[in-house]
Every structure is written in structure tokens, then in C-alpha cells.
């Protein structure tokens, strides 16, 4: 070999390396989804009784926030912001059944920065979901019958056990490239009805209700007046949290071995709040369901300090856990309690943190990269917003402190609440605070009139 082809072949190894080690410090991105999962389901956020070692560990290393909100109340409206940074009632198409339209993804996004991106577990974004939707190599983990539903592996583990194999497979044939990948599971989602083994591995239970709020005191009382027993509910419920968990310290194993833990963040949230027992028995009346007629009261979700749950835009059915490692770049065993985020800065952060050039003006979220790293507080520049899909739903707002309920009924009461000093929602200021209630009122009403003026029902409905 020549002088001159000697020294072309070094520098083409040289080129080749840069671009490899370029690569590699773009970090890899694991997104793990739990489904109707209570911002005090964990241990970490406060269950006395969850058996969530992992997360909890998880939330050790890394950081815990106690101010990250879902954008909807239900697992579509939620998951289209986390996908798309966009608020779900800007879309006049429900996206579960129409897709996101040409909006761009996060995966679609990184996915032109070349990751390799995939999805595996709940979908409930789109009726696409061939590979390459949304930017998705590899979109698995259900399958379809002969009759076009959705169906789950037989697993002998947790009910979600499946998804996370194929998440750690998926990991495994990318672990020399930039990676993303959706972990989205069922748990806790209803119906719950872990095995006998599951229960004997939580072991059992005697719960102490004074350890409890009063939210958690209603649910209680609701299912000893449909004949439950609380102790057998409430097991059940955190075994099959517990379940998710040990999925989730396999997976971490395994990144650790692939000796990813550094290059890798790894989320951990929930779709929306917890779903009730008395919110299941309704929705089951609705639809007229036979399915989980024995296991319903199962449904032991804990909403923290917070009012409501799943459907409702109070804070225990918006305001949803948020953890994030990323080993020497997110400061570990930190809890941020002022930063006030969203699933709709998903998008906007993880570009900012993989240079990902976005135009900010085109998404509702906002780029909360500071706080994830420990740099800063983030304070928002734009207010969260909630509407569900129909024309004449009540909208609310949250604005620094803030937080308005606004009515669109007739003789509607319109509630103001100062969330920060009142996280419970309990103290209604909004005839105390007219400035206030007006002001936030006036940026609602601006806001839903730029949605669209009718939505295109849809049966693909949303649970």
C-alpha cells in the first residue's frame, strides 16, 4: 500500500470513528408508560404499602417531579401530547381513530437523526400501525386475532411481561446505535386480576385507611357498600403494580449489561390518574361490559393528596409521577418541586437534548431540558390547557399558580383554585379572586376559540 492510500485509509477510519462516537453521544431514550398508574401509586411518591423497588431506585439515581401534568384525561388525548407536543383538542379528527394527521412526532423527529425507534405494548394513537407509522421502525408486542382485536400473549409473569421482552430485544439488536423506544403497558389499567403467584410474591396485606386522605377514604367506603374488602382489593391492585415493576428492573438489568445504563435516559410515567372503582362501575354501566365484573373494585388506584381521577381534569386525574435518569447528566436523588411540566414538552426537551431543531411556535409544550438536568426551575412561558374532544366540553387552565375550571353549561360554576398553596382543589377562590377568575377565563375562552368548531365522532372510543 502506498504512502498516499495509507493515509487516506487512516483518516477514513478517523471519519468513521468520529461518526460513530457522534452517535453515541446522542443518548438512547427508553419511555416507560404505565396505564391509569396514580401519582401516589408508588412507593417513591408516597403508597405506604407499594412494593416498587426498582422505580423507587430508579427515582434514586435520577429525578423525581412532582409537578408533571398529562395533557388529557383518558389514554389518547395524554399519549398525543407525549407523541406530538400538540394539546389533543386541537385535533378535529379524535387521534385514536384518525392519526395525528401530518403533525411530526418524536419518533419521526429522532428518527431523521438516526435512531433506530420503536414502539411495543398499548398503541391507541392512530388505525396504522404498520412499521414506519410515525416514524416507527418496529411497532409490536399485540397482536391481532382472527377477528381484528387486539390480544395479549399468555406471559408467566406480569400482564405486561411480553411487552417488556420485546422492548429488551429491541434494545439488544440496537445497542451500537442511537435508540427510542415506547414501553406503553396495560397495568394498572382494569380490568386487574393478578395471578396467585403474583399475589403470594407481594405477600399479604392489612390496611391501615387512617394512612390514607380523604379521597382514598371515599374509594374505601365505596367498596365495603358493594361488599368488597379493601385489604383483598388493595392487594391485588399493588401486586399487579409490583409486577410492572420487577418488568421494569429486568429491562435496567439488561441495559446494564449491555453497558448502556450511561448513554441511555430512561422515563418512567403514567398516561393520566388513576381510574376508581365507582369510575369503573360507571363506565361498565355505559357500555353495557360484562368483562371484570368480579375484579372492578380491584381498581385501588391512589390519587396522592389530589381530588378526582381518570376523566377528570381535577389534579388527581392530570396530574400524573414523571421520573428521569440519565447517569452523569440529570442530577440523582433529586426531587423538584417547583417545575411545572408536561407531556407536552416530551417532544420539545428530547429534541433540545439530542439537537433536534424544532420551531418552539409549532408545539404547545415548551423545552424543560434545564430542569431535567438539575440546571434550573422551570417556569412555564405558556399555560396548560385541557378540553376534551366535543364541542361544548369544559375547558380548564392552569397558569403559574393558577388553575381554572371554566364551564361552558348554562348557570355552569366556574372554579379558581390556587393549586400551589391548595394542591387538593378544596377552596374555591373564584368569587374572592374575580381578577384572577376573569383573566384566566378570557385566556380559555381565546384559546378554545381557535379549536375546531366540530369534532368528526368517532367509535374508536377511549378507555
Known sequence: MTTRRLLAFVALLIVGAGAHAADRSRPNVVFILLDDLGWGDLHCYGHPYAKTPNIDRLADEGLRFLQCYATGVTCCPSRTGFMTSKFPATYPVYPAAGGFALRPTITALLKQQGYATGHFGKWHIGPDTAPGTYGIDTIGSEQDDAGGKKKRRNTSGGRDSYIYDDAIAFIEQHRDEPFYVNVWGHIPHHPIDPSSELLEAFGPLSVDESKFPPEMQSKFAYCKKL????NQHMRAYLADVKSADDDVGRLLRRLDELGLRETTIVAVSSDQGCAGAAEVEEQKKKRKAVDGDDNRLNAMGYPGPFRGGKHSQLEGGV???????WPGHVPSAR????????GADWLPTLCRIAGVKIDAGDFDGEDASAAWLGQSTHVRNKPLLWKTSATNSDPAIRDGQWKLHGSHRRRGTVELYDVVADPGEHRNLAAGRPDIAQALTAKLDAWVATLPKS????DDRDD
Open 227 to 230: 361488599g368488597g374488602d379493601v
Open 319 to 325: 396530574r400524573i409521577p414523571f421520573i428521569v435518569r
Open 335 to 342: 426531587v423538584d418541586k417547583e417545575s411545572v411540566i408536561s
Open 455 to 458: 369534532y368528526v365522532k368517532s
